[in-house]
């Protein structure tokens, strides 16, 4: 069975930090890219980091309102893959569901999403 399960989220003040982490099980997630996106109320999901599979060098790339502040990672663990955004110096505007996708080619899968909530 398939999953992606995301953890981590909360509520925080500005300037904190928070660490999501991804289980993504049930498949050859190895080979997967992995992303996390956010989408916040009443915007679109945008996409915020990727990283490519540990064979592949595990590349990063993130949307420029996040360089210097996420830090995307992964590592296989028994049977599943395991990625992660440590999320440093968090603002208001970050405030958004953060979900989980794994990709490979035309395949995807989504996890449940985590709730980060940034305030005062």
């Known amino acids: 069975q398939v999953q992606l399960v995301e953890s981590g989220g909360g509520v925080v003040q500005p300037g904190e930090s928070l660490r999501l982490s991804c289980l993504a099980s049930?498949?050859?997630?190895?080979?997967?890219?992995m992303a996390w996106y956010r989408q916040a109320p009443g915007a679109q999901r945008e996409l915020v980091a990727t990283i490519t599979p540990i064979g592949e060098g595990s590349r990063t790339d993130y949307i420029d309102s996040v360089k210097g502040r996420f830090t995307i990672s992964r590592n296989n663990v028994e049977n599943a893959v395991a990625v992660y955004l440590q999320m440093n110096n968090l603002q208001p505007e970050d405030t958004a569901v953060y979900y989980c996708k794994a990709i490979h080619g035309w395949t995807s899968y989504w996890g449940q999403g985590t709730q980060v909530n940034v305030s005062t």
């Open positions: 049930g498949h050859a997630f190895a080979i997967y890219h």
